[in-house]
C-alpha cells in the first residue's frame, strides 16, 4: 500500500509540473544600456582606432603648412690665407640670406584636403567600429538569455525525468511496468544531464567572450538577463537603405576615401608644374684701398627666384595613374559596400518576419497543444490508457518546442543587432510611426 501511496503522489506531482521551479543564475540582473556604454567607454580597440583618428586629424595643418625658411650665412670671395679680412679684395664680403620654397599655386590646399579626407575616414572608421562593438555586445546578451532559459528549462525537465525513473521502478516492481521503461527514462536523463553540462559551459564561454568585448577582467560574473518582448519593424526596405547611405559610417568612410583619391588626382595633375624658391641676400662689405683697385664698400643686395624643371615625366604620370586607381578602388568598394548593406537588410528582414513567425507560432500554438498533448498523456499513463514512451515522447516535445522559443527569440533580437549594425541606427529608438513592440 505504500507503493501505491507513493506511485500516486509522484504521479500527482507530474500532472502539475508548472509548479517545479527552475534553478536560476544568481546576481543583479545586466542592463543592456550599460553593458554597451561601459563597452564603448573601456574596449582598448576602440580607443586605439579613436587616437589613430586623432593622429591623422593632426596631420591636417602639417600637410598645409610651408616648409621653414632656410637662413644662410657665408663668408665670399675672401683670400685662403687670410679668410676673416675683408678690406683686400673688392669681392670679399659677409652674406647674409633668407629663402623660402612656395609650391605651385594649389598644391598646399590640395594636400590639406588629402590629409583632410584621411583623416574623416578614420573617424568614420572609428564610428564604425563603435557599431560592430554595440552588434557584439547585444548578440552576446541576448545569446546569454536564450542559454539561462534553456538552463532553465532543462533543469525543469531534469526534476521530472528524475520522477519518471522513480515512478518507473515504482511499477516495476509492483508489475505494473517493463524493465525497458526504466532504462529508457535513465536515458534520456543522462542526455538531459549531457545538455545541461555543455549549456553551462556554453554560459562560462559567452560570460568570457562578454568580460572581453567590455575590458573586463574574465572571472567577472554576469547576472542573468531579462526578459523581452519583440520590436516590430515595420519601416520598408527601400526607407532602410536610404536610411544606410545617409547613416552607415563606413559609407562616410568610403565617401571620404573617394573624395581623397580625387583630390589626390588634382594633386598629381600639379605636380607636372615647377614649385618656386625666392631668395634674398644682403652683403656686407668693406673699404678696400690698393695700388690695384679702390672701393668705398659700400653694401649690396641680391634678390633671386629658382624652381625646378619637372623634366621626370614618367614619375609624374605614375603619380597621375596611382591616384586614378585610388579613387578606382574606393568607388568600387563603394559599389560593394552599397551591395552588401541591400543584402543584409533584405536577408535581417526575411529572418525577422520569419522568427516572429515562429515565436507567435510556439506560442499561440505549438506549445499550448504540446502542454494539452502531455496532460493527457499523464491522465492516461495513470490509468494504463497510455504506455511510458508515449508519455516520455509528449514530454520530451514539449521541452524542445520550449527551448526552440527562446532559441528563436534570441534570433531575433540578434538579427535586429545586425541589422542596426547595417543600417547605422537604434532601430529600437525610432519615431512611433515607424516603429511599434509588440506588449
Given amino acids: 500500500m505504500k507503493r501505491f501511496a507513493a506511485l500516486a503522489l509522484l504521479m500527482l506531482c507530474l500532472l502539475w509540473p508548472e509548479l517545479t521551479t527552475a534553478e536560476e543564475v544568481k546576481g543583479q540582473p545586466e542592463n543592456l544600456t550599460s553593458l554597451v556604454a561601459a563597452g564603448l567607454?573601456?574596449?582598448?580597440?576602440?580607443?586605439a582606432s579613436e587616437s589613430r583618428w586623432q593622429m591623422f586629424s593632426s596631420k591636417v595643418k602639417q600637410a598645409g603648412a610651408l616648409d621653414d625658411p632656410m637662413v644662410m650665412l657665408k663668408v665670399q670671395n675672401t683670400p685662403a690665407r687670410e679668410p676673416l679680412v675683408f678690406n683686400k679684395d673688392p669681392q670679399s664680403a659677409r652674406v647674409i640670406g633668407i629663402s623660402q620654397l612656395l609650391p605651385f599655386w594649389g598644391k598646399r590646399g590640395l594636400r590639406r584636403d588629402i590629409a583632410s579626407y584621411e583623416a574623416d575616414s578614420y573617424r568614420w572608421a572609428f564610428e564604425e567600429r563603435k557599431l560592430e562593438l554595440t552588434r557584439m555586445i547585444k548578440e552576446n546578451y541576448y545569446q546569454l538569455w536564450a542559454v539561462d532559459k534553456e538552463l532553465e528549462v532543462v533543469s525543469k525537465?531534469?526534476?521530472?525525468l528524475t520522477d519518471f525513473v522513480t515512478i518507473t521502478e515504482l511499477k516495476y516492481s509492483v508489475g505494473q511496468g517493463?524493465?525497458?521503461d526504466i532504462?529508457?527514462?535513465?536515458?534520456?536523463?543522462?542526455k538531459m544531464l549531457e545538455m545541461q553540462i555543455t549549456l553551462q559551459q556554453q554560459r562560462k564561454?559567452?560570460?568570457a567572450t562578454l568580460n572581453y568585448l567590455l575590458s573586463r577582467p574574465g572571472k567577472t560574473p554576469v547576472g542573468p538577463v531579462a526578459d523581452f518582448s519583440l520590436p516590430f519593424i515595420t519601416v520598408s526596405q527601400e526607407h532602410l537603405?536610404?536610411?544606410?547611405?545617409d547613416q552607415r559610417p563606413q559609407v562616410k568612410s568610403l565617401f571620404s576615401l573617394e573624395k581623397k583619391a580625387e583630390a589626390s588626382r588634382r594633386l598629381a595633375k600639379k605636380e607636372f608644374y615647377p614649385d618656386f624658391n625666392l631668395s634674398a641676400e644682403y652683403m656686407i662689405r668693406d673699404p678696400v684701398s690698393t695700388e690695384m683697385a679702390s672701393d668705398p664698400g659700400d653694401n649690396m643686395v641680391s634678390i633671386g627666384v629658382t624652381f625646378n624643371l619637372p623634366l621626370q615625366q614618367g614619375k609624374r604620370r605614375a603619380m597621375l595613374a596611382e591616384s586614378t586607381y585610388e579613387a578606382a578602388m574606393a568607388t568600387e568598394e563603394l559599389h560593394s559596400l552599397k551591395n552588401n548593406i541591400s543584402y543584409t537588410i533584405n536577408e535581417s528582414l526575411v529572418q525577422l518576419e520569419r522568427r516572429r513567425k515562429l515565436v507567435e507560432l510556439y506560442k499561440g500554438g505549438l506549445i499550448p497543444q504540446a502542454s494539452q498533448s502531455?496532460?493527457?498523456a499523464l491522465i492516461g499513463y495513470r490509468v494504463g490508457n497510455v504506455d511510458f514512451l508515449t508519455l516520455l515522447d509528449s514530454r520530451m516535445t514539449l521541452f524542445n518546442y520550449e527551448r526552440e522559443l527562446y532559441e528563436s527569440q534570441a534570433e531575433y533580437m540578434m538579427k535586429l543587432a545586425q541589422l542596426e549594425a547595417a543600417v547605422g541606427t537604434d532601430l529600437t529608438t525610432a519615431s512611433e510611426t515607424s516603429l511599434h513592440h509588440d506588449n
Avoid at 157 to 160: A, K, M, S
Avoid at 241 to 245: D, E, F, L, Q, V
Fill in 178 to 180: 517493463v524493465q525497458q
Fill in 241 to 245: 537603405n536610404n536610411t544606410a547611405m
Fill in 183 to 190: 532504462f529508457k527514462a535513465g536515458l534520456e536523463k543522462s
Fill in 157 to 160: 525537465n531534469l526534476r521530472i
Fill in 205 to 207: 564561454s559567452l560570460e
Fill in 374 to 376: 502531455l496532460q493527457s
Fill in 41 to 47: 567607454a573601456n574596449n582598448p580597440e576602440l580607443k
